[in-house]
């Protein structure tokens, strides 16, 4: 077995290769774009080029792709090989820098929210050096930007880019009032990836979850988390094969996969890698995604990334850990004494205001269709934008907003009462698995990202949101005497939390009380995502993007499109094929069985006329009821889709999908579910959940 030291890496073109393939000044000159954003030219382009192309044959690759992230939320690439014919007839392998820099996908096959149309094909790809090439799959891959013939942006990467230039900017600006001149200042994520495991054979037999993701049908398994066995659990052999063999991959990768453990609900598992730079972190989740899809299925599994593939038990997230250093040193630490550390209120105010101020965008940024039915159950965070910062925090907060003295909790040591156990200190504040963004030490969890989304959306929004804040800040105080300027500073963050902090709330979010509650402070609560998008095209959202160059309003509109577009596709698909399936596979099997109980009855009878058939007669009638409320929810179904296809505005059939199809499409569910258990085993057409989460 190959040492994790000696495999970590060895598939990326990171800065250790770098500095051992390139020469000296080109090595210099490309750290300059990857560390202080300096244009990269043509020369040193080749050079790297050439360099990149002979380590990857070397690796075994034979082509190269730019690698870049559509709006899609996947990713997409073109592969093209390293062979240069020549004259003799031989050929040679070449790679330009060039090729390196830029590429020309078809950008009209791509999700553009009108951007382009059909006949508007050209699109481009741009080199990211910051984030590193890498082989997959005997490939080159090389991160890119993608960008339209006219210059708007197409892709993901783009404008969380933009956003991370942002806040630095303005981050430098605030840090430099405290006497403090950063060469870097990056916000870093650390992407916890839940996911579902189940058999490649219950899988081939559910034609909901293959068009899907989830489940459209199944009654709830007689035994499903109500025991809380599964999380932390024992990890089962195939599934840990499989995890040993994906933390493999990850590392030769260079994605720092450092923890795994089972879930909550059954089949459920989760990795989690170590924070980094933002941009590289969601590049390597997404890696991480498309990996564990591959890999699953040389073990007999299906990896399912849906938010709710099953609607009995938990869902699947993905807790966004975001925070914002400084040359390594992270802004968002409280120290020993929070209540002394100035530049830590400076920043920690700086997030309040920014999740307060830009709460929709925030929910907006995490709303999908997949997403609507975890949301709010209690297993996710509500719909409801609010900040848990804990014990030692809130106190501080109170503290200042209240203008009283804060005294700080001593430490407290544990004691279990045990000799041969240590003793150890407690931290100073509690969790909340309830808050949709809490403050867990040194940085903030996002918990409402969906388990199959692209991060870059809620990360555009936080860092350009936070950007806003430290301006703000900085347009304040800066020309503030310095001997005046930690007392200014304390009575901006003061007047800063009075304005915000109902956004703060440390209690249960799962609790009756917390809408109403929310409701009084005027927070927002979109529930569904027609109802969270269109903050995203309202006038305050637009102007932030714009006001730091994130987003132009064409870009803004755009992609507002784009997610309506999806939003609604999605939802035509399960429509779709839940009428098709209860068509052709369970009115079918519950028919079948109805005339099978029913032949049943007149054979008994013929035999035995005064024979007692109570039973068998109330299992029909149960039956044939059944079959008649299915065809009435079926029906109604059918009818609400064609008249939502007719909506020719994407707002308006969304919130048509949301508010009057979702309901009829539950209700046809509880139907079909309710015949579950009524008919025998042998004439359901399809694996129980019973069988899907607890296969051997």
């Known amino acids: 077995m190959a040492l994790v030291s000696d495999i970590y890496g060895s598939m990326v073109f990171n800065e250790h ?16 774009t990857i560390k202080d954003g300096q244009p990269l030219d043509l020369e040193v382009a080749n050079v790297v080029a050439h360099a990149m192309k002979e380590w990857a044959i070397e690796k075994g690759a034979t082509h190269y792709t730019h690698w870049f992230q559509p709006l899609t939320g996947i990713t997409s690439e073109k592969h093209d090989s390293f062979i240069d014919p020549i004259a003799d007839g031989r050929a040679i392998m070449s790679f330009s820098g060039k090729e390196l820099i830029q590429g020309e996908p078809d950008a009209s096959s791509f999700p553009s929210g009108g951007l382009r149309a059909t006949f508007e094909a050209r699109g481009y790809t741009a080199w990211d050096p910051t984030s590193y090439a890498f082989i997959k799959d005997e490939v080159l891959c090389i991160p890119t930007a993608f960008c339209s013939y006219t210059g708007e942006a197409l892709d993901k990467k783009t404008p969380l880019l933009r956003s991370m230039s942002a806040v ?11 006497g403090e001149t950063p060469h870097r200042v990056v916000t870093t994520v650390g992407a916890e990836q839940e996911y579902f495991l189940i058999s490649e054979k219950d899988y081939e037999k559910r034609s909901d979850i293959i068009l899907t993701g989830r489940t459209l049908f199944g009654y709830p398994p007689c035994k499903g988390q109500e025991l809380e066995e599964h999380y932390f659990g024992a990890i089962r052999p195939t599934v840990n094969e499989f ?11 260079g ?3 450092k923890t795994k453990h089972n879930e909550v609900a059954p089949c459920q598992h989760e990795l989690a890698p170590i924070f980094a730079n933002a941009n590289r972190a969601i590049d390597e989740n997404l890696l991480t995604m498309e990996k564990m899809k591959l890999l699953a299925s040389h073990y007999g599994l299906v990896c399912l990334q849906h938010e709710k593939p099953f609607d009995s038990i938990n869902g699947s997230g993905k807790h966004n850990n975001w925070s914002i250093s400084a040359d390594n040193k992270n802004l968002l630490d409280p120290g020993d004494s929070p209540m002394e550390n100035v530049r830590f209120l400076v920043f920690l105010t700086g ?9 929709e965008l925030l929910r907006m940024s995490v709303a999908s269709c997949g997403n609507d039915h975890r949301l709010g159950a209690n297993e996710a965070p509500p719909a409801i934008i609010s900040m848990f910062l804990g014990d030692e925090l809130g106190a501080v907060v109170d503290a200042l907003v209240a203008n009283d003295e804060y005294v700080a909790p001593n430490g407290q040591e544990m004691d279990l009462g045990v000799d041969v156990l240590p003793n150890f200190l407690k931290d100073t504040t509690d969790r909340n698995r309830t808050s949709p963004f809490a403050f867990t030490g040194n940085k903030f969890e996002f918990r409402m990202p969906g388990s199959s989304v692209n991060l870059s959306d809620c990360n555009m929004v936080l860092n350009t949101a936070m950007a806003k804040s430290l301006k703000e800040f900085a347009d304040a ?7 005046e300027f930690e007392m200014a500073a304390l009575n901006y963050v003061r007047n800063t939390l009075r304005d915000h902090q109902r956004i703060i709330f440390n209690g249960d979010g799962y609790s009756d009380e917390w809408p109403e509650e929310a409701a009084r402070r005027g927070l927002a609560n ?9 903050c995203f095209v309202e006038p305050k959202s637009i102007a932030l993007f714009e006001e730091f160059g994130v987003l132009s309003e064409t870009e803004v509109r755009s992609r507002y499109e784009v997610k309506l ?6 939802m035509n698909i399960e429509i779709r094929t839940m009428k098709r399936l209860t068509r052709r596979d369970y009115l079918p099997a519950i028919n079948n069985y109805a005339a099978e109980v029913a032949r049943s009855i007149s054979e008994i009878r013929t035999v035995l006329p005064d024979a007692n058939v109570t039973l068998q007669e109330t299992r029909l009638r149960q039956l044939t009821d059944g079959i008649a409320e299915i065809n009435t929810q079926l029906e109604e179904l059918h009818r609400l889709h064609y008249q939502s296809l007719e909506i020719a505005d994407e707002q308006e059939r969304a919130n048509m999908n949301a508010h009057v199809i979702i309901p009829v499409m539950e209700k046809l569910r509880a139907a079909v579910d309710a015949m579950e258990i009524i008919v025998e085993r042998q004439w359901w057409p399809v694996p129980a959940l019973n069988e899907v989460l607890f296969y051997c």
């Open 17 to 32: 290769t770098m500095q051992e393939r390139l020469p000296s000044a080109t090595y210099k000159k490309l750290m300059k």
């Open 168 to 178: 630095e900017v303005q981050a430098k600006r605030v840090l430099e009032l405290f």
């Open 243 to 253: 995890m040993k063999e994906l933390d493999d991959e990850l590392w030769k990768l």
């Open 255 to 257: 994605v720092s996969a």
């Open 351 to 359: 997030v309040i205001q920014a999740v307060d101020e830009y709460q």
């Open 477 to 483: 105080l800066e020309g503030v005497p310095a001997a």
């Open 526 to 534: 979109h529930k569904t995502t027609a109802d969270a998008l269109p």
């Open 565 to 570: 577009e999806k939003y609604n596709k999605l």
